[in-house]
């Protein structure tokens, strides 16, 4: 069963555009959730995270938005650059001593067309 | 800034080979991971190790997985026997108390 579901796979958007990249989750119990960027050949990078206890979380033009009761998180890239080409991961997991076990989605791939 | 550092990048081994996946994880960090990701496919948590001991592992840390960090040095993977399904991308990760890990670039390995 996956924990973790991300939507859309694929996503195409023009330089400057916002490009929006959805996740949900199925445990109830998980209150952190960080998102990965991932270029070919390297191993992810974390870009930005949030805890259950915000719903908004901004860094710059990434911006995550959370809705608890939903189960759903989406982040947001505004002014969308083609250096922003890359996989991006959202992940999840229940924190405390816990926090670095994750449980990925399974990756949006993002293309920024200059 | 502070990266972790995997070793080799690739390897290649014959089915039934045992291999050891090596990682250097940032100096001053306390959990250690390993996430395995087969080609196309999520990253799956395999096993955190705290404190000399193993924490947690998934379904997937099979028996023939074993984990290790002799004092100051390699965090490593080991697997023996191998078989054809460990064919994957090997991330190690590290991270300092209650802060999200910080990932290497990986080491491929293909059984053969």
């Known amino acids: 069963q996956q924990q973790v579901r991300q939507s859309p796979q694929s996503l195409t958007v023009w330089e400057g555009e916002t490009a929006i990249l959805n996740c949900s989750y199925e445990?109830?119990?998980?209150?952190?959730f960080p998102w990965y960027q991932q270029f070919p050949g390297e191993g992810p990078a974390l870009l930005i995270s949030i805890r259950s206890v915000s719903d908004k979380k901004e860094d710059g033009r990434f911006t995550i938005f959370f809705n608890k009761r939903e189960k759903k998180l989406s982040l947001h890239i505004t002014d969308s650059q083609p250096g922003d080409s890359a996989t991006y991961f959202c992940a999840a997991s229940t924190g405390g001593s816990a926090l670095g076990r994750l449980h990925f989605g399974a990756g949006t791939q993002l293309i920024v067309i200059p | 800034g502070p990266k972790v550092l995997q070793i080799p990048s690739h390897q290649i081994i014959d089915m039934g080979q045992m291999v050891t996946l090596n990682c250097d994880p940032v100096s001053n960090h306390l959990y250690f991971y390993w996430y395995k990701q087969i080609l196309g496919q999520q990253m799956e948590f395999l096993v955190n190790?705290?404190?000399?001991?193993?924490?947690?592992k998934s379904k997937l840390f099979k028996d023939q997985f074993s984990v290790e960090r002799p004092d100051g040095s390699y965090f490593t993977l080991k697997i023996q026997p191998t078989a054809l399904e460990d064919s994957a991308v090997y991330f190690c990760?590290?991270?300092?108390?209650?802060?999200?890990?910080?990932f290497g670039e990986g080491t491929r390995l293909s059984v053969l």
């Open positions: 990760a590290s991270s300092f108390d209650n802060q999200a890990p910080l």
């Open positions: 445990d109830s119990t998980f209150n952190y």
């Open positions: 190790f705290y404190n000399g001991k193993v924490m947690e």
